[in-house]
């Protein structure tokens, strides 16, 4: 009989010691998020599952057009592309991304701009017209959603604290047949 009940006790402890494992690395690595709503596509589908890598920014900063997962008010976490650093000064005209006066292509965006029909696929603005500052602020980032048209993002919400930031989309695992590292 002892040797089931030490079997037993060894197992528990196995259970017990991969479960704190799991939370920690949940906690302070990666995270599970679910997308909803459609301000990413067509790069991120509405229900699309991704694992979110909460450490790298421990290490270093966003980079421009990473997918970053952040805290957008106490109930809701968004996803949306990093567009502009500190010190950047943001423009869009004619469906161009200026940078610091240089045209950046955003290839990611190529399907969604032939199909547009009547107009721009994003409305012309300049950083100052929908911030009120000529450039993104040390400590913050400026962000865009992939569906112009239809995204809640730093044209509306303004700046992202970097203490905002909950981690950079890694890696999409859900639909099985999307999956891949996201780039």
């Known amino acids: 009989m002892g040797k089931v009940v030490r079997e037993i006790w060894d197992w528990i402890k196995t259970f017990i010691?991969?479960?704190?494992?799991?939370?920690?690395?949940?906690?302070?690595?990666?995270?599970?998020?679910?997308?909803?709503?459609?301000?990413?596509?067509?790069?991120?589908?509405?229900?699309?599952?991704?694992?979110?890598?909460?450490?790298?920014?421990?290490?270093?900063?966003?980079?421009?057009?990473?997918?970053?997962?952040?805290?957008?008010?106490?109930?809701?976490?968004?996803?949306?592309?990093?567009?502009?650093?500190?010190?950047?000064?943001?423009?869009?005209?004619?469906?161009?991304l200026y940078i610091n006066g240089e045209a950046y292509e955003e290839e990611y965006l190529e399907e969604s701009i032939q199909q547009t029909i009547n107009g721009n696929f994003t409305e012309d603005f300049t950083l100052e017209e929908v911030t009120n500052q000529s450039e993104v602020p040390p400590g913050t980032v400026f962000v865009l959603g992939d569906n112009r048209q239809n995204s809640m993002d730093s044209r509306q919400l303004g700046f992202i604290d970097m203490d905002q930031i909950v981690g950079k989309a890694s890696f999409r695992y859900w639909p099985i047949s999307e999956m891949e590292m996201i780039q």
């Open 17 to 96: 010691i991969v479960f704190l494992i799991i939370i920690v690395i949940r906690a302070f690595f990666f995270a599970n998020y679910m997308v909803h709503g459609e301000s990413m596509m067509p790069t991120i589908q509405h229900g699309e599952r991704l694992i979110i890598n909460k450490i790298g920014y421990y290490f270093g900063e966003p980079e421009r057009f990473d997918l970053i997962v952040f805290h957008a008010n106490e109930d809701s976490d968004y996803i949306k592309r990093v567009i502009g650093l500190p010190g950047d000064h943001i423009e869009y005209r004619d469906d161009t």
